[in-house]
């Protein structure tokens, strides 16, 4: 099957700096990839979606300057936290939609948990 | 708008035992899918079983099978000799065909004990 990676796995960082998450699809070229943020014991909130070369597209009430999105190719997307406050500790997961005949299934990543002190 | 409503937070079941998860969405359009995710623990993220709305035919992925009752907008997911391992959360999802409209709508999710 299709597998997304994410990295780093875990990440712990100072308020007030930037941290960097990387999501690639191993297998498959992604045109869309998607960015979910989930708080514990909560679902998974739809931040933003990207597709390759161009701009993403936020959800209302996600600051598009304090996650920046680029998806400068079709298997890898990144998610910078830019002045990261303790408030940005969640888990973040990415996922990547594969064209596959009619059906784009859509894979997850393992997740990116950050905390931020 | 697109809604999925999960009305049970948490639920539990013996071990072999069948255990049934409830279900309901709300949508205008007619062309959808409809998902159930599982994520255990680690948290990752797996497909479980998946519904097109056109598919009269109630989908089946070994002991799990879904109730997709188009009109009453309800899509339940029954797991059968219930296992340890099935232990986790359970999120059910839909999707609009296409374009903007294509983004997954997760509901709140049931977290689900197997108790041996």
């Known amino acids: 099957g299709a597998v997304v990676s994410q990295h780093p796995s875990w990440v712990i960082c100072k308020s007030g700096t930037s941290v960097k998450i990387e999501c690639r699809s191993l297998d498959f070229q992604a045109t869309t990839m998607f960015w979910y943020r989930q708080f514990p014991k909560q679902s998974l909130m739809l931040m933003a979606t990207?597709?390759?070369?161009?701009?993403?597209?936020?959800e209302q009430g996600v600051e598009k300057d304090k996650f920046l999105i680029n998806h400068a190719s079709l298997t890898l997307s990144t998610l910078t936290v830019t002045s990261a406050h303790p408030e940005d500790s969640s888990f973040y997961i990415c996922?990547?939609?594969?064209?596959?005949?009619?059906?784009?299934?859509?894979?997850f990543g393992p997740g990116t948990r950050l905390t931020v002190l | 708008a697109q809604t999925v409503t999960q009305s049970q937070p948490e639920m539990s079941v013996q071990e072999a035992e069948t255990v049934t998860l409830s279900c309901t969405y709300d949508t205008s359009e007619s062309n959808y899918y409809l998902f159930w995710y599982k994520q255990p623990p680690s948290r990752q993220m797996i497909l479980v079983i998946r519904q097109e709305a056109y598919k009269q035919q109630n989908a089946t992925e070994n002991r799990f099978s879904v109730n997709f009752q188009k009109a009453a907008k309800s899509f339940s997911l029954k797991i059968s000799d219930s296992q340890l391992g099935d232990t986790a959360m359970y999120f059910c999802a839909l999707r609009v065909y296409g374009g903007s409209q294509g983004n997954l709508i997760f509901g709140k999710g049931t977290k689900l004990s197997v108790k041996p």
């Open positions: 996922s990547a939609r594969r064209i596959a005949g009619d059906y784009n299934e859509q894979f």
């Open positions: 990207s597709n390759e070369g161009s701009k993403a597209t936020y």
